[in-house]
């Protein structure tokens, strides 16, 4: 559903339109904590608030002598979300389209009974740090009264970064550095 929505937004060139009050408020703080600042940031909301353009993380740390980098760790996810209502089952929500869920058979609003054989896990997102993606696991599901097995292959969740300190930075990288990381800053000479 997101991403349709990202991509009906994307053809209109808008996502957020109701940033404006947000724009007017940061810029109200930048002009407060440094007067006489430059406290502008139109274009920034309009394409990274407003807009579809992704923000270009690695561009802004790298200024600040810093380096975005993934982590290389791979992270398991089941390619749904559990909706849990009282003491009932938690049911299946926000199913992935393509996912192997999915595709297995997997639908909206399944009450999930069993995960390989066991009890359905507290949380959800703790036991699949002991699993990695490809994983196969097989779910029991009850759909309209009847109870159905399902296996499938766990997906793979977003790619997750580390930030680390380029080894060399310039005197400017470490002044922006210390003005994010500590919130002090120097004149540049």
Do not use: C
């Amino acid at each position: 559903m997101l991403r349709f929505l990202n991509e009906e937004y994307a053809l209109r060139g808008r996502f957020y339109d109701e940033s404006q009050d947000l724009r007017v408020a940061a810029e109200a703080v930048i002009r407060k904590s440094v007067p006489g600042a430059k406290a502008d940031l139109h274009d920034f909301f309009n394409r990274y608030v407003a807009g579809t353009d992704e923000m270009p993380f690695s561009d802004w740390l790298e200024r600040a002598g810093l380096l975005l980098k993934p982590s290389g760790q791979r992270r398991a996810a089941f390619g749904f979300s559990f909706r849990r209502e009282g003491g009932d089952s938690p049911k299946v929500q926000a199913l992935e389209p393509g996912s192997s869920a999915g595709e297995a058979g997997l639908r909206e609003g399944d009450a999930v009974i069993a995960v390989n054989g066991e009890g359905v896990p507290r949380s959800p997102e703790r036991w699949l740090r002991d699993h990695q993606p490809e994983d196969h696991i097989t779910l029991k599901v009850r759909r309209r009264g009847e109870e159905k097995e399902f296996t499938f292959a766990l997906g793979q969740s977003g790619t997750s970064y580390q930030i680390t300190e380029i080894p060399d930075p310039t005197e400017k990288q470490r002044r922006i550095r210390e003005g994010i990381l500590r919130g002090t800053t120097s004149a540049s000479r």
